[in-house]
């Protein structure tokens, strides 16, 4: 038989090492869920950072949304001028439609328009407060350029509200050198009877021509200045105005069907 007292002291050894085993089960446990926690949150933060990243909203339509990008500064415009030359003869037609030309370079593009009689030019200049369009002052200068090489006022004015518009200048010598009377019958070619030749290549390519001496200065869009550069080149090499003008009755079918 063994010793009660013996039972007593294995009782509390067994039962010491127990609860020891306990605690150190409890600390292991305890040390293991903080590290698996925190692991976790990490991993689930970096998952929702990436989901937050590369999440793509989309409307009723199926297309992606984009959020509104901030509105960028506003750029300064620098206080610039620029002289533009009038030659002599257009002086006269300058004056008398003076009142006509300066509103819209002020009312418009909000710019500061002078006419100066002794160095014959038109003063332009950019106002620092009304000012907002960085190209007001290029704009205005091709207005007033197409005016000074002879295009109606309105059609100048046109420059002013369309950005696709340009003008072009070439010399007949840069086509064919021609001199004297060859010269005089070529721009006579191009003009046509009472300038019946000029305004049909007008209406069909819708372009604005004239015809200063030996230059030629178009104004339109791009693809239409490329045709009536064409007709009025088939002109001066001598083609036959019939001819031409079949030409211009196939291009302007052609850009009634574009547009």
Known sequence: MVAPTALKSKNKATKQNLENNNHVEENDEVLLTTD??????????????????????????????????????TTNVKPEMRKVP??????????????????????????????????????????????????????????????????????????????????????????????????????GRIAGKDGRTKFSIENATRTRLVIADSKIHILGGFTNIKMAREAVVSLILGAPPGKVYGNLRTIASRLKERY
């Open 36 to 73: 698996i926690t925190n692991n976790d949150d990490e991993d689930n933060m970096e998952v929702e950072d990436s989901s937050k990243s590369n999440k793509v909203v989309l409307d009723v339509d199926g297309k992606p949304k984009f959020t509104k990008q901030s509105a960028s500064k």
């Open 86 to 187: 009038v030659p002599p003869h257009r002086m006269a037609p300058l004056k008398q439609q003076w009142s006509k030309i300066y509103p819209p370079l002020v009312d418009h593009l909000k710019l500061q328009v002078r006419m100066n009689l002794k160095t014959k030019t038109v003063e332009l200049k950019t106002n620092m407060k009304y000012t907002k369009d960085p190209d007001a002052l290029q704009k205005g200068a091709d207005f007033l350029k197409a005016f000074t090489l002879g295009f109606d006022l309105d059609d100048a004015i046109a420059l002013l509200r369309l950005d696709d518009l340009y003008i072009e200048t070439f010399e007949i010598k840069d086509v064919k050198t021609l001199q004297g009377d060859h010269l005089s019958r070529a721009i």
